[in-house]
């Protein structure tokens, strides 16, 4: 088998973070923005907090905003996911979404995707390593693509992340999937200054 996903663990901040596409997720009750989304709307000035107050999003499943970074990251675009309610999200929504966003991101044309683990918490990861793979990789086997995926991770979880990915790439994915190092990006062309968008 040909290894059509190559994933990195990142602890650096989302700001600190190259790739073509930062994709995060975020439940209707958050308001503020938590996590990467929240750092990216903070990054972008408000703009995702906008568009929510203006009703153009709310968090629901099946949801999705896309917004250029216009060089305030060094990802040149940012996609949230709607996540639904807090109370209702379960580990078949975890790969459910997770699933749906690369699909998006696939769409996209995105080759180096940055991904922050949707839904759970990072102490949580570890466990949902083997859904988490199995979503991201049903996409690009449905369309015989490859991509270079950074999981935002925090350092202190980098550890029991790399055995659990080592651990699930070995019984579902052999050959598909590889856990590499970190990767020395070249510069990435800026994305349209005008893109925004609810999907």
């Not at 439940?27 to 929510?52: H, M, N, Q, Y």
């Not at 083997?130 to 925090?154: H, Y």
């Not at 350092?155 to 992340?161: F, L, V, Y």
């Amino acid at each position: 088998m040909t290894v059509i996903l190559e994933v990195a663990l990142e602890h650096r901040s989302v700001e600190r973070v190259e790739g073509d596409l930062l994709v995060a997720g975020f439940f209707c009750e958050d308001r503020p923005l938590k996590g990467a989304a929240g750092t990216a709307d903070w990054r972008l000035c408000g703009l995702v907090s906008r568009i929510l107050l203006e009703g153009e999003c709310s968090g629901k499943e099946g949801e999705a905003i896309l917004v250029a970074s216009k060089g305030r990251l060094r990802i040149a675009r940012v996609l949230l996911v709607g996540l639904g309610e807090v109370g209702r999200f379960c580990a078949e929504s975890f790969g459910e979404r997770t699933r749906d966003a690369t699909q998006r991101a696939l769409e996209l044309g995105a080759k180096r995707l940055v991904l922050e683990p949707l839904g759970i918490r990072a102490e949580d990861f570890s466990p949902h390593c083997g859904t988490l793979l199995e979503a991201v990789l049903a996409p690009l086997r449905a369309q015989q693509m490859t991509l270079e995926l950074d999981l935002l991770i925090p350092e202190a979880e980098m550890g029991r992340a790399d055995a659990a990915l080592r651990k699930a790439i070995t019984k579902s994915a052999p050959g598909e999937a590889a856990l590499v190092a970190k990767r020395v990006r070249k510069p990435l062309k800026a994305a349209p200054s005008g893109l925004q968008q609810a999907l």
